[in-house]
């Protein structure tokens, strides 16, 4: 009997450290898992930061090229739009990007690319005198738009939307950045 015992007891510890060595393995193998979920993670985050300032800087060029008229209000106002929405902005820093959106709707039925080439003359001549119309209608609050955001007035999650550009602070902003078509700015 006390061989017996002597086995149960044995069988019993090697169990016990079986179970004991397995629990250990699926700990380290679940601790390398996470660890490795967390570098991915953190490198999707580095990416993702790297898109948005890429996306943020893009923006600062395509409002110079608007503010020195490098570059055509609506072409400026469909870029400066698609960023934007490619960003993780609130809505009310969103709002301060309003009259892009506005420009870019206003326009938007005006055929571009494959679309634009396959147009008389006529036609294009007719859209473009449209597209100017409605430009000369936006210019001052796009180019007004454009240079906040490049003199740092625009704000995004508290910090300047271009960064390197101080904030100007809540008394210096005298309007916001989005208007409604036809009022005349005092």
């Known amino acids: 009997m006390n061989t017996m015992w002597f086995l149960v007891i044995a069988l019993a510890i090697l169990i016990i450290v079986g179970l004991s060595?397995?629990?250990?393995?699926?700990?380290?193998?679940?601790?390398?898992?996470?660890?490795?979920?967390?570098?991915?993670?953190?490198?999707?985050?580095?990416?993702?930061?790297?898109?948005?300032?890429?996306?943020?800087?893009?923006?600062?060029?395509?409002?110079?090229?608007?503010?020195?008229?490098?570059?055509?209000?609506?072409?400026?106002?469909?870029?400066?739009?698609?960023?934007?929405?490619?960003?993780?902005?609130?809505?009310?820093?969103?709002?301060?990007?309003?009259?892009?959106?506005?420009?870019?709707?206003?326009?938007?039925?005006?055929?571009?690319?494959?679309?634009?080439k396959n147009l008389s003359k006529k036609e294009k001549l007719s859209y473009d005198q449209e597209r100017e119309k409605l430009e000369e209608s936006f210019k001052a609050f796009v180019e007004d738009s454009a240079r906040r955001i490049l003199d740092g007035s625009v704000t995004a999650a508290g910090q300047p939307f271009i960064k390197g550009v101080s904030l100007v602070s809540k008394t210096e902003q005298k309007e916001p950045l989005f208007y409604s078509v036809g009022n005349d700015k005092n």
């Not at 960023?83 to 506005?102: A, H, I």
């Open 21 to 116: 060595g397995y629990a250990i393995y699926l700990y380290f193998k679940l601790r390398t898992q996470t660890i490795e979920k967390e570098k991915k993670e953190q490198e999707l985050s580095e990416e993702l930061a790297g898109r948005r300032e890429h996306y943020r800087d893009s923006v600062r060029v395509i409002c110079s090229a608007i503010v020195e008229e490098q570059v055509s209000l609506t072409e400026g106002a469909i870029r400066i739009s698609m960023l934007v929405s490619q960003l993780e902005l609130t809505e009310q820093e969103k709002g301060d990007f309003q009259v892009f959106f506005q420009l870019t709707e206003a326009t938007s039925h005006i055929p571009i690319l494959e679309e634009w």
